[in-house]
């Protein structure tokens, strides 16, 4: 593998294990401050808020800097943050750090994802699905290491080493990181919106995919242990399943889109993603749920890749604005949705939540033959 592409996919591969270990540590984060899951849902809300405006202030500073730059500084500020907030006493602070750990999380995705697509031209070849691949692998990682981890050492010694191997990936990355050129032009011309309606149809797509994305990474560790008697180091399992499952399906997602075609292996994927999160929600058992969750991550696994790929492709449309629009609606989706969820969950229960979700896939099924365009680039 040459070094640049694996620079990048380590980037993917850190950015996804700090989401995993956060993940892990959101029903711990809640015992400890005794909050209930409305309260929790405002502290998810507050990351996701962190990583929507440090999104558009990443592509401001890329245009400037280039992608190597921005991608390192954010991921050496990411690193100790989970440590600082498994350290700091009382809600206010938390507050503070959840938006700085969101922050961080989202400059650093919007600055990984412009390098990677830097590489691709350089290597001109598809790589972005192998890097996705690498993020679910880290959140895998993340997950099924840390539940052990917390179990047997503890809140603050679990942060610690976190931190630790996060920094450990960054340090092999950091000198490999492939140099790009800022380009300022391309930069103004994503000020402005689109008039057609692709890119937002598009961008429902990926909106009604990383819904029940976000909803799986940010509650399904609580779902296990609060409503299906899971333990502590079993509750992580959940995510870890869904973020195996899809983790292998994304290295094979470029070479599966080859042959099926893009619309066909989005309509499969979306029959999969409903299947399995339907099979969760109504599980009778821990080991039933983590079955359905790792379905489930056999389906979303490629959703949100062929949407980034669609827009990045459309007629008329330069690739910076359809992917501006697609990426700002998708991330909504999985950063900001979640706490709404939070809130709905403390009434109805998580097993109500996680039945229901899926009826979102419907919508992308209804809006799977815009994925054409995810195409254009191999056939043109």
Not at 203 to 231: C, H, K, Q, T
Request: one cysteine or more.
């Amino acid at each position: 593998m040459p070094k640049i592409r694996l620079a990048v996919s380590l980037l993917f591969l850190m950015n996804g294990f700090m989401m995993g270990s956060w993940a892990l540590k959101i029903p711990v984060l809640k015992d400890r401050l005794g909050i209930s899951e409305g309260m929790l849902g405002l502290l998810i809300l507050t990351f996701g808020i962190g990583s929507l405006l440090m999104m558009p202030v990443a592509g401001g500073l890329i245009s400037r800097l280039g992608s190597r730059q921005i991608s390192n500084l954010m991921a050496a500020c990411l690193a100790p943050i989970l440590l600082l907030l498994s350290l700091v006493p009382g809600l206010p602070l938390t507050f503070v750090v959840l938006f700085l750990l969101g922050g961080f999380i989202g400059a650093m995705d919007v600055a990984m994802n412009a390098n990677a697509v830097a590489v691709e031209k350089r290597m001109r070849r598809a790589i972005m699905s192998s890097c996705h691949a690498y993020w679910s692998l880290g959140a895998l990682f993340g997950a099924a290491l840390g539940g052990p981890a917390l179990a047997h050492f503890g809140e603050v010694m679990h942060a610690v080493l976190v931190t630790i191997t996060g920094l450990a990936i960054l340090a092999v990355a950091w000198p490999m990181v492939m140099a790009d050129h800022p380009h300022p032009e391309a930069e103004k011309e994503k000020l402005a919106l689109p008039r057609s309606a692709l890119p937002w149809l598009i961008g429902i797509v990926a909106l009604f995919s990383m819904i029940p994305e976000g909803s799986v990474i940010d509650w399904s560790a609580l779902y296990m242990r609060n409503e299906l008697g899971a333990s502590v180091a079993l509750s992580g399992y959940g995510f870890a399943a869904f973020s195996a499952t899809m983790a292998i399906m994304r290295f094979a997602g470029d070479h599966v889109r080859d042959r099926f075609g893009a619309v066909r292996t989005l309509r499969v994927c979306t029959l999969l993603a409903l299947l399995g999160l339907v099979t969760a929600g109504l599980a009778p058992s821990p080991t039933v749920a983590i079955i359905g969750f790792a379905v489930a991550g056999i389906g979303i696994s490629n959703m949100v890749p062929i949407a980034f790929s669609a827009a990045g492709n459309l007629p008329g449309l330069a690739p910076g604005i359809g992917l501006s629009v697609v990426t700002f609606m998708g991330y909504s989706g999985i950063l900001v949705a979640p706490s709404l969820i939070g809130f709905i969950a403390e009434h109805v229960g998580f097993s109500l939540v996680f039945t229901a979700i899926p009826l979102l896939f419907l919508v992308v099924l209804l809006l799977s033959g815009h994925a054409v365009h995810a195409d254009a680039a191999k056939n043109g």
